[in-house]
Nanobody, 130 residues
Framework: QVQLAESGGGFVQPGDSLRLSCAAS????????MGWFRQPPGKDREFVAL????????FYTDSVKGRFTISRDNAQNTVYLHMDSLKPTDTAVYYC???????????????????????WGQGTQVTVSS
C-alpha cells in the first residue's frame, strides 16, 4: 500500500506560477512511475504529466507542454509539478498518482489513463482567476 499526500494548491492569477508537491509513504519500493492528473469542474479526471523512476523519461499532455515541469526526488519520496504561465483553463483539482507499470508502457498516449495507476492522493485545488 502506498499513501500519497499532495500540497501546494491555491488561488492564483493568470500568468502566475505554482508548485505542487506529492509526498509518498508506505510501500514506495514498488512504485515506478509517478504522475499528476487533474479534474476540472464538471469534467472527467485527465492526464497532466508523468515521470519515470529515475526521472529520465517524462510525458505531458499537449496543453501543458512548455509550461509545466514534473520532477521527482526519490530520496525524499516526493514528486513535484512546477506550473508556469497558468491559465484559467488550468483550474482543477490536481491529483498525484503512482503505479508499478514500466515507464515505456506510457509511451502511447492511450495508456495515460487513471485506470493504469493504483494509488491516489486526496487532491489539491488549483484556481486560476483574475
Amino acid at each position: 500500500q502506498v499513501q500519497l499526500a499532495e500540497s501546494g494548491g491555491g488561488f492564483v492569477q493568470p500568468g502566475d506560477s505554482l508548485r505542487l508537491s506529492c509526498a509518498a509513504s508506505g510501500r514506495t519500493g514498488s512504485v515506478t512511475v509517478m504522475g499528476w492528473f487533474r479534474q476540472p469542474p464538471g469534467k472527467d479526471r485527465e492526464f497532466v504529466a508523468l515521470i519515470s523512476r529515475a526521472g529520465v523519461s517524462s510525458f505531458y499532455t499537449d496543453s501543458v507542454k512548455g509550461r509545466f515541469t514534473i520532477s521527482r526526488d526519490n530520496a525524499q519520496n516526493t514528486v513535484y509539478l512546477h506550473m508556469d504561465s497558468l491559465k484559467p483553463t488550468d483550474t482543477a483539482v490536481y491529483y498525484c498518482a503512482a503505479t508499478n507499470k514500466p515507464a515505456d508502457y506510457f509511451s502511447s498516449t492511450r495508456f495515460r489513463t487513471p485506470s493504469n495507476f493504483h494509488s491516489w492522493g486526496q487532491g489539491t485545488q488549483v484556481t486560476v482567476s483574475s
